[in-house]
């Protein structure tokens, strides 16, 4: 059963970048796609991109794609959401889950939904 | 802001049916894109409940059960439990916006 052990809290100040990571275990790396969701205090949740290591590409959402970098190693099955020029409202708690890739009409969707979590990890910008 | 509307809040007496409904549009829902469903309980990560507008994934309760029909897709929680008291998000694919995943507002479920 793959688990997704995410990295611990942090707390930076206006301006700055945060690294979040996101190892997994019990599948091969290659095997599946990770996604990056986001939820602010009290708000609902939003995609931010993912990564795909079988092709070692990333995609991500047009709100976020000037200042987030997610990348792997794939020698040690961890993913990295780094997100740049921190503001407040990023203050969020930061999910990684498995996506599970879809062909539907012939189209492809490497993120089409998300069915194991990591636990979040939170990020405080102040 | 979301593109995927849903109720705010919903609830019901135990063992009520009760539906939450995602209402999209043309360039998701519509589009023929796929619905999927999860449940969030307080301080947790979510938790997929349907995906694919009508499948649920090994473990989960029969009394969950989604449907699709044009631009909207509705969730139903028949014999409503205690336990059920949790957010739920709808998901889906918009290709308006960038080519993005995309979840809706949530709703609050609560157990009367």
């Known amino acids: 059963q793959v688990q997704l052990v995410q990295s611990g809290a942090e707390m930076k100040g206006p301006g700055s970048s945060v690294k979040v990571s996101c190892k997994a275990s019990g599948d091969s790396f290659s095997n599946f796609a990770i996604s990056w969701v986001r939820q602010a205090p009290g708000q609902g949740l939003q995609w931010m991109g993912g990564f795909i290591p079988r092709f070692g590409t990333a995609t991500y959402a047009q709100t976020f794609e000037d200042r987030l970098t997610i990348s792997a190693d794939a020698s040690t099955a961890t993913t990295f959401l780094e997100l740049s020029s921190l503001r407040s409202e990023d203050t969020a708690v930061y999910f990684c889950a498995r996506a599970q890739n879809q062909v539907v009409n012939g189209e492809q969707f490497f993120f089409s939904y998300m069915d194991i979590w990591g636990k979040g990890t939170t990020v405080t910008v102040s | 802001q979301s593109v995927l509307t849903q109720p705010p809040s919903v609830s019901g007496a135990p063992g009520q049916r009760i539906t939450i409904s995602c209402t999209g549009s043309s360039s998701n829902i519509g589009a023929g894109y796929d619905v999927h469903w999860y449940q969030q309980l307080p301080g947790t990560a979510p938790k997929v409940l349907i995906y694919s507008n009508t499948n649920r994934p090994s473990g989960v309760p029969d009394r969950f059960s989604g449907s699709k029909s044009g631009t909207s897709a509705s969730l139903t929680i028949t014999g409503l439990q205690a336990e059920d008291e949790a957010d739920y998000y709808c998901?889906?694919?918009?290709?308006?916006?960038?080519?993005?995943?995309?979840f809706g507002t949530g709703t609050k479920v609560t157990v009367l």
């Open positions: 998901q889906s694919y918009d290709s308006s916006l960038g080519s993005s995943y995309v």
